[in-house]
């Protein structure tokens, strides 16, 4: 079955540096997404991503964060100066198409980041 | 206007009994309204989904109840299995062009199903 695989699957960090977490979507979705999820807390969303461009991105999602999708697989999402409160677990997801019939999103397993 | 709220925050089934977790929403505009099973160390799944135009939907063990007049929704597990034992979120999303992927979603609920 195909899957949306992430890494890396944890990452610790000092305050202030900059990390990329990776993402590869199922090959024939159309739409790429970032969520988080704080320890013990919901899932919250971070930004979608169509046709090379952000979709729609939430207030968490501000000018230290950026999503690029350098080439044909993979999907990526940079901070640029982490804080302590970057630490969550970092899902990526991605889906087919935008109507809900059949635009189930999948999730990846998530990338944990730490920041220290 | 934005959020969903969920409850029980975490639910002890015996097996064989039934799980019901509930959702309330505030922003009339979302149109579709999933729910979501993770397990400790996934990321979270589809497990059914229900769009406001039909007031129940069933697939196996799993439905979900609509009640779009309360703004109220629900998930019910039949003959609750242990391997059911997990962390369900609800979510609830505006359906056009691209919102259909920005979920809002509740805070969980952790159902353990007890042997």
């Known amino acids: 079955e195909p899957e949306v695989t992430q890494t890396p699957s944890h990452q610790v960090t000092q305050m202030g540096q900059e990390v990329i977490l990776r993402c590869v979507p199922i090959s024939n979705h159309l739409y790429f997404y970032w969520y988080r999820q704080i320890l013990g807390q919901k899932v919250e969303f971070l930004v979608s991503f169509y046709n090379n461009e952000i979709s729609e991105k939430s207030e968490i999602f501000d000018d230290q964060f950026s999503v690029e999708r350098p080439d044909g697989s993979n999907f990526t999402l940079k901070i640029r100066s982490t804080k302590l409160e970057d630490s969550a677990m970092y899902f990526c997801a991605s889906s087919f198409d935008s109507d809900a019939n059949t635009g189930e999103l999948f999730f990846g397993e998530g990338s944990r980041l730490t920041v220290l | 206007q934005q959020q969903v709220k969920q409850s029980p925050q975490s639910l002890i089934v015996q097996k064989g009994g039934i799980s019901i977790i509930n959702c309330a929403y505030e922003?009339?505009?979302?149109?579709?309204f999933p729910w979501y099973q993770q397990f400790p160390g996934k990321g979270p799944a589809l497990l059914i989904a229900?769009?406001?135009?039909?007031s129940e939907k069933k697939e196996g063990r799993f439905t979900i109840s609509f009640n779009k007049s309360a703004k109220q929704f629900s998930l019910h597990i039949m003959d609750s299995q242990p391997g059911d034992s997990a962390t369900y979120f609800c979510a609830a999303s505006l359906d056009y062009g691209g919102s259909q992927g920005n979920l809002i979603f509740g805070k969980g609920t952790k159902l353990s199903v007890k042997p």
């Open positions: 922003n009339t505009a979302f149109d579709y």
């Open positions: 229900i769009r406001p135009d039909v």
